[in-house]
C-alpha cells in the first residue's frame, strides 16, 4: 500500500504569511494527488486535485505541485479564514490513503 | 446542486452491526464511483472502503476488509456501508463522498458512530 507522508504537523504563522506543506509518497503516483482544507465540525473541501490544478471557486493564493513522490501545497499570504488542516490524499491505485494532515494556527 | 445525506449513526455495542446510508440528489448518481471515509475524534481523516458505479468493483482499507461491506442502490440513488463486528477503534464521522475523475469533490455532512458499552 502507498504511504503518505506530510509534514509538518503543526505550522504556526501569521497573516500575509507565506506557508508551505509537504506530502511525500512511498511510491510513485503519478500526478494523482489532492489537496483539502477542512475546519472543525466541518466535512473537507477540495482545494487542488491533479497535483497542481485549482479546484473551481478556491482562492489564486492556493497552489500545488510537484509529480512522483513529492508534493507541495503552497499559501501565499495567509488570509485569516485560511486557519485550519490540510490533508493530501492520493488515488492512485486502491487502497487511498490521506497524509496524516497540517494544523495551520495563527501565531 | 450536489448533496450527499448520511444517516443511520448512532451507538452501538462492540461486536454489534450498523448500517450507514447515504442519499445522494444533485448529480447522476449511476454514473460516479463513492468513497466512505471517516474520522475518529481529534483524529485524522481515514479511507474506508470505495465502490466503482457499476457496483462491481470494490475496495476496501485494512482495517475495516472482512467487517464492512460497501454497496449501491442505483435505482435509489443511496449508498451503504454494512458495519459489523464493530470495535471501539471504529468510533468514528463518517462521510459519504463522491469521485470525479481522479479526485473527491464533493463530500457529505457525515454521520457519528459511536461503539461503547
Known amino acids: 500500500d502507498i504511504q503518505l507522508t506530510q509534514s509538518p504537523s503543526f505550522l504556526s504563522a501569521s497573516v500575509g504569511d507565506r506557508v508551505t506543506i509537504t506530502c511525500r509518497a512511498s511510491?510513485?503516483?503519478?500526478?494523482?494527488l489532492a489537496w483539502y482544507q477542512q475546519k472543525p465540525g466541518k466535512a473537507p473541501k477540495l482545494l487542488i486535485y491533479?497535483?497542481?490544478t485549482l479546484q473551481s471557486g478556491v482562492p489564486s493564493r492556493f497552489s500545488g505541485s510537484g509529480s512522483g513522490t513529492e508534493f507541495t501545497l503552497t499559501l501565499s499570504s495567509l488570509q485569516p479564514e485560511d486557519f485550519a488542516t490540510y490533508y493530501c490524499?492520493?488515488?492512485?491505485?486502491?487502497?487511498?490513503?490521506f497524509g496524516q494532515g497540517t494544523k495551520l494556527e495563527i501565531k | 446542486q450536489v448533496q450527499l445525506l448520511e444517516s443511520g449513526g448512532g451507538v452501538v455495542q462492540p461486536g454489534g452491526s450498523l448500517r450507514l446510508s447515504c442519499a445522494a440528489s444533485?448529480?447522476?448518481?449511476?454514473?460516479?464511483?463513492m468513497h466512505w471515509v471517516r474520522q475518529a475524534p481529534g483524529k485524522g481523516l481515514e479511507w474506508v472502503a470505495f465502490?466503482?458505479?457499476?457496483?462491481?468493483?470494490?475496495y476496501y482499507a485494512d482495517s475495516v476488509k472482512g467487517r464492512f461491506t460497501i454497496s449501491r442502490d442505483n435505482s435509489k440513488n443511496t449508498l451503504y456501508l454494512q458495519m459489523n463486528s464493530l470495535r471501539a477503534e471504529d468510533t468514528a464521522v463518517y462521510y459519504c463522498?463522491?469521485?470525479?475523475?481522479?479526485?473527491?469533490?464533493?463530500w457529505g455532512q457525515g454521520t457519528l458512530v459511536t461503539v461503547s458499552s
Open positions: 444533485g448529480f447522476t448518481f449511476s454514473s460516479y464511483g
Open positions: 490524499l492520493h488515488l492512485n491505485t486502491y487502497p487511498c490513503t
Open positions: 511510491q510513485g503516483i503519478g500526478n494523482f
Open positions: 463522498a463522491k469521485q470525479y475523475l481522479r479526485r473527491i469533490d464533493h
Open positions: 491533479g497535483a497542481s
Open positions: 465502490i466503482r458505479n457499476g457496483e462491481t468493483n470494490k
